[in-house]
């Protein structure tokens, strides 16, 4: 692969001395810098496979001893050894969910408003604000959760959360962290329409609504659509932020206000403390959501390729 | 091969910290979190006198019982005791070396701060979400002047696997059979009803945001922070309020010298001052250590601890172990062994 851009000798032969090493130097060079750049893509691949193999190989005890019951039972006791993902699974997807049917249409709207509407002298100010939103540490979004947005919804709807913090709460503060990815992401890719698109539609006669609808998004579908996934995969793996507000509760209580868990919690919450069973139940959590943001990735890809495919 | 990876990395990162600060020197240790301030306190006032200082790292108990067994550290600190069967197994043993109290502070617009009283049981319905209601029977019969608002019950407990947790939990299901059968104790347990918040602070500031909210922490941490608490009936069937010398008196009551292994939780006590929910923060250590020096120098910080200590911990809110106790300990050092199958420890 590398060796064919080395420069044979006999073609230099016209060249002086010094330009001929020099060119040979600067072969090798390039030889150097393919190689260590394949390095680089490699050992990502090699740690992911690592963490893979040894994510399975821990978590294999506990899986082994409790089988299908780890994906059924509806609590997780570490204190007498009854370990069910159910509630924590259920935490993590619903949370997600949440925050994605929020924060989609804000994302969209916003990112719509900044490429279509918004006048000049405001968009630069207005783009930097949220890409600053995405830069505030998951902590403070946390602490934010659970000494203002907290005793907000309970003042505001005491009936509907009666502790203020809960799988809704959790699933609006990661809203409001996922909208500047979405945001950011979806902004460029509607700005990678030809402005001459635009022109030819109004020209026609289209309102901004017809424009946006039935020229831009069909036409930057694709750019959308990952820009939602890589909320998504936030959303998914979040940990500290969620901690705070989700009540962590270890019983399954499904319903979309009540206290819960989420994966990514339940590990920060008991890692440190644990050992045996419980820390490879624990590993065995980490797995499960590393396949559902294997998953969810996957699926975008595969939603990805249909309409690029229709629209290229 | 996880835990080895772990191990390395953590000996690794030591041996980097304190090639720094004269790495010879230095006493090693790893675990619970509850009695870090009063080790770190004790740590400065005892380098200051003889020039060794301590590396400990507060990662945990059950870390610090992963980093003792691995014999990464010269003594692991737990906040709960090992059973004997434990410590055989692993060749190691334990003793006390400073107390606490767990305290159940509360928030209901309408009671007066610090006039509450709570027994075990009730406290147990409590947390399994059987008592809802501020003014429900069991409390009105416990208050009887007082008039409770028919306020909704939140009650909050710690999210994160802790001794406190344990202390807790250990409390409840030895005067609650029910509670027992239904969640019993542990550093992390599924709590029926309630909320979970993260650490001390969490759970305080959960409290303070919800009227009707009660929850638990350590005394030290609900001292300085000016909590109202909850006064709890004790075993004698009085009532006692959380204090120093409440502790210090379910400390009195207990039986170090009949307990296997100094397993002892000092929860439920005997004696009309004694505040129920108390309880040892441990040190483990091996019994046949392979560096006798550096068990020796760790015994040694002990010792010192155990004679100077005291006044240190008081001022930090917490309960020193009594002199009877600390005389049992050093006799209990005997045990340890260096390679040469002497004792490490000489008066």
Known sequence: ??????????????????????????????????????AFAFAVLLLLGAIIASLMFSSWPALQRYGLDFFTEN???????????????????????????????VSFGIAIFLTEQCPGFLRQP???????????????????????????????FPSVFPAGTGLATAGIILAVMIIPFITAVSRDVINTVPAVMRESAYGLGCTTWEVTRQVILPSVKGG???????????????????????????????????????????????????????????????????????AVLAFARYLLRNSTGRHA | MLKHVFATLISGSMVLGAAGVQAQDAITGAGATFPYPVYSQWADAYQDESGIGLNYQAIGSGGGIQQIVAKTVTFGASDAPMTKEELDKNGLMQWPMVMGGVVAAFHVEGIEGGSLNLDGPTLADIYQGKITNWDDDAIAKLNPDMDLPDTQITPVYRAEGSGTNFLFTHYLSQVSQDFADNVGEGKSVAWPAGVGAKAN????SQIANTNGAIGYVEYAYAAQNDLSLVHLKNKADKVVAPSMDSFMAAAANADWKDAPGMYLVLTNQPGDESWPITGASFILMHKQVQDAEAAKQALKFFDWAYDNGNDMAQDLDYVPMPDNVADMVRDSWSEIKGPNGEAVWTQ
């Open chain 1, 1 to 38: 692969m590398a060796t064919t851009n080395a420069i044979p000798t006999s073609s230099l032969g016209h060249l002086s001395d010094a330009t001929r090493r020099r060119l040979q130097r600067k072969a090798r060079i390039d030889v150097w810098f393919e190689r260590t750049l394949f």
């Open chain 2, 201 to 204: 602070a969490g759970v305080a």
């Open chain 1, 75 to 105: 609590r997780w006791a570490a204190n007498v050894e009854v370990f069910g993902a159910l509630p924590a699974i259920y935490g993590t997807l619903l949370t997600s969910f949440i925050a994605i049917v929020i924060a989609v249409p």
């Open chain 1, 224 to 294: 959308l659509v990952g820009g939602v996934v890589l909320g998504l995969g936030r959303a998914l793996g979040e940990t500290m932020a969620v901690t705070f507000v989700i009540g962590n509760n270890l019983f399954l209580d499904a319903t979309l206000t009540g206290q819960g868990t989420s994966i990514a919690a339940l590990i920060a919450n008991q890692f440190s403390e644990s050992d045996g069973t419980q820390r490879s139940a624990l590993l065995a959590l980490g797995l499960i959501l590393f396949l559902i943001t294997f």
């Open chain 1, 126 to 156: 207005l783009s930097t604000l949220i890409e600053l939103l995405a830069g505030i540490p998951s902590i403070i979004y946390g602490m934010w959760g659970m000494e203002v947005l907290a005793p907000l919804l309970r003042t505001w």
